[in-house]
């Protein structure tokens, strides 16, 4: 069954720090990853797209990468901000061609000064 | 920067009655996408519609749901008899290529349509 998983569930950190955000999947076959933000009650925001040749993608202080072999990626938060705060989503699309999407559950960030 | 446009944002409305969520998508893009996200809940996947029709739908996506594209910019769901568990924030997307295959088009949100079945 196509499944994305996301830990930790929620993280709490002090401004200026970093932090590293999992996904693992079980969807085959593969074609991309995504990780959005989504800030509370609105729409998600796009950060990274990987294809299966791409290991790692950086969008300023979000950098992405991708395992295509052990089926993880990450989302590596440099020196956050309290703007930070927000739920991180991991989306996988398979290589059916198809449309499908599925999302991870989420980790939820929460950024303290 | 163009935007996916979403009405209303809010909507509150009866069991049993009938539900419009209205979109705008990004003006050169060619797929649509519905989504639904319950309260606490993760996204999930309702429907992508291309060239006029849809292209995949989920299990979610029963006969209560319909979407449409009435006159080339606008993108609709409608819900026929909206029930208790149809309250949720429902998403419209866009993209200018599919979302899987080997070039994957990026994959723009609007702001959400918040309905609340009563």
């Known amino acids: 069954k196509n499944q994305v998983e996301q830990s930790p569930q929620s993280l709490i950190i002090l401004e200026g720090k970093n932090c590293t955000l999992q996904c693992n999947y079980t969807v085959s076959p593969f074609s991309n990853l995504r990780w959005y933000k989504q800030d509370t009650g609105r729409g998600p925001v796009s950060l990274t797209i990987m294809t299966f040749s791409e290991n790692t993608k950086s969008n300023g202080r979000y950098t992405a990468t991708l395992d295509a072999d052990t089926k993880q990626s990450s989302l590596h938060i440099t020196a956050s901000q309290l703007s930070d705060s927000a739920s991180y989503i991991c989306v996988v699309s398979a290589n059916t061609g198809g449309f499908k999407t599925i999302f991870g559950a989420g980790t939820r960030l929460f950024v303290k000064a | 920067e163009p935007e996916v446009t979403q009405t209303p944002s809010h909507q509150v409305t009866q069991m049993g009655q009938e539900v419009i969520l209205r979109c705008v998508p990004i003006?050169?893009?060619?797929?649509f996408y519905w989504y639904r996200q319950i309260l606490g809940q993760k996204v999930e996947f309702l429907v992508s519609?291309?060239?006029?029709?849809?292209?995949?739908k989920s299990e979610i996506f029963d006969d209560q749901f319909s979407v449409e594209r009435p006159d080339g910019s606008n993108f609709t769901l409608k819900i026929r008899s909206t029930k208790l568990e149809d309250s949720a924030m429902y998403f419209c997307?866009?993209?200018?290529?599919?979302?899987?295959?080997?070039?994957?088009?990026?994959?723009?949100f609007g702001e959400g349509s918040r309905l609340t079945v009563l």
């Open positions: 997307a866009s993209s200018n290529y599919r979302t899987g295959g080997n070039y994957p088009g990026e994959l723009f």
């Open positions: 519609f291309y060239n006029n029709e849809i292209s995949e």
């Open positions: 003006s050169n893009h060619l797929y």
